[in-house]
């Protein structure tokens, strides 16, 4: 079963980055697409970014041109800059497989004061 670690996540103010990890178990991490997603309070889980095995690069309109995606495969580690935060980017963030498995991380918290 895979696990997830996500880490990076803390308090910052708007205009401020941050840059999140997530350490993923196993061989097959290279052979899987993967994706942020982030879970503000009291809304469903959204996908923010997605990179595939052939590092094709998605974003969620929202976080468009301020977050970036990438992966290093010999570290089984894909990684979220976040730049220019707002308020509204408050959220538990979490890394997952596309489609997401169903083992989840603990998340990191990421709080932007305005």
């Known amino acids: 079963q895979v696990q997830l670690v996500e880490s990076g996540g803390g308090l910052v103010q708007a205009g401020g980055s941050l840059r999140l990890s997530c350490v993923v178990s196993g061989s097959i991490f290279r052979f899987k697409d993967m994706a942020w997603y982030r879970q503000a309070p009291g809304k469903q889980r959204e996908s923010v970014a997605s990179?595939?095995?052939?590092?094709?690069?998605t974003y969620a309109d929202s976080v468009k041109g301020r977050f970036t995606i990438s992966r290093d495969n010999a570290k089984n580690t894909v990684y979220l800059q976040m730049n220019s935060l707002k308020p509204e980017d408050t959220a538990v963030y979490y890394c997952?497989?596309?489609?997401?498995?169903?083992?989840w991380g603990q998340g990191t918290q990421v709080t932007v004061s305005s």
């Open positions: 990179i595939t095995t052939l590092f094709r690069l």
């Open positions: 997952n497989t596309i489609p997401p498995g169903n083992s």
